[in-house]
């Protein structure tokens, strides 16, 4: 393997933190790249047209799949000792990055390629990473230690008590989250808003589709004890309203909006969706009938399954959403950061 020069002034090891699409996996590497507390270089991936679904076939990965610009910026010197990535796209350049300059590879989620080429998976129970002496599988996804914050933000420091956060998602592996559910969804968050008194703070996500959204406001108008946020549509208010709300319905298609919730110490609802069946599960099933879906994901070529709704259920009834989880939370990222540090380190 070329071993690339560090230079020897280089004071702590530096890490790169390979930022793609998706916003929930962009979100977990920065966590867990601000908890190393070495510096951190974002370095933004960028496809090139019609090159996302190429399978990761190569020990060593490839820049092929990248834009001109992605390609210079990874092959910028210095090296970083520690590359932190997720996602299938993210795989070919944390591979190049091992196999040409050094680095070592900590992946988060699920590996899209067989689990060994990385130095460490970093995954949770939905997404059905095969195990590995390398593999290590939390709980919880990766997420920011509870702030103790002095007050509200803002104009929700006047809302009534209790405050119900309301987190809505969208279509995941397995699952629907379209108008239908987004009604059903409403009615929930105003049937409990009648049972309980208050206000409602409802947001939704980058996932969360526009026939979906319209369908929530049309619900829910706002008003003054009522507050809708549309992702990209308003100033994005999700982070405020984890702040001040005290309790939570989060829909069941992420388990990141789940962790987020549950790390505030206050007690959360699943809302439960509409099943469905998706292009990945068909192969899935057509690969098992012939014995051959389990060498296939092991081999990154296919979806392993995300098991959400078990993994949901899990939490559940483990008793992780009735103000327990915070000490859990904040444990994993802790050991995923010392985790990491010690791959850092292992690459001077």
Do not use: C
Not at 170 to 189: K, S, T
Not at 229 to 237: A, C, H, K, L, T
């Amino acid at each position: 393997m070329f071993q690339a020069f560090r230079p020897a002034a280089q004071a702590a090891p530096v890490v790169w933190a390979l930022l793609a699409r998706r916003p929930g996996d962009n979100a977990q590497i920065e966590t867990l790249a601000a908890a190393t507390g070495l510096p951190v270089v974002v370095k933004r991936l960028e496809l090139r047209k019609g090159l996302e679904a190429l399978p990761n076939l190569r020990r060593t990965g490839s820049l092929f799949s990248y834009d001109a610009a992605t390609q210079d910026a990874l092959r910028a010197a210095p090296p970083p000792d520690l590359v932190i990535a997720a996602g299938k796209r993210s795989a070919p350049a944390a591979l190049w990055l091992k196999a040409r300059r050094g680095s070592r590879l900590l992946h988060l989620g699920r590996s899209w390629a067989p689990g060994a080429w990385f130095d460490a998976v970093l995954t949770t129970p939905q997404y059905g990473q095969p195990p590995g002496p390398n593999v290590v599988v939390n709980l919880f996804p990766l997420t920011p230690p509870r702030a103790e914050a002095a007050g509200d933000p803002g104009d929700l420091a006047a809302l009534a008590r209790p405050r119900l956060l309301v987190a809505a998602g969208g279509d995941a592996a397995g699952l629907r989250f379209g108008p239908a559910e987004a009604a059903a969804l409403a009615r929930r968050a105003l049937e409990r808003q009648r049972d309980d008194g208050g206000a409602l703070m409802v947001a939704t996500s980058p996932r969360t589709s526009a026939a979906a959204a319209e369908a929530l406001k049309a619900a829910i108008p706002p008003s003054g004890d009522r507050l809708v946020s549309i992702f990209g549509e308003d100033p994005n208010r999700y982070r405020d309203f984890l702040a001040a709300a005290d309790a939570a319905i989060v829909t069941e298609d992420s388990v990141s909006m789940a962790a987020d919730a549950a790390a505030t110490g206050r007690p959360v609802e699943f809302f439960s969706l509409t099943p469905r069946r998706d292009g990945s599960g068909l192969l899935r099933s057509a690969l098992g009938a012939i014995g051959l879906d389990r060498r296939a994901a092991a081999a990154g070529l296919i979806d392993s399954g995300r098991e959400i709704r078990a993994h949901m259920s899990a939490l559940k009834t483990g008793g992780w959403l009735d103000g327990s989880a915070p000490a859990r939370i904040e444990a994993e990222l802790a050991a995923a950061a010392a985790l990491a540090r010690r791959l850092a380190a292992q690459a001077r």
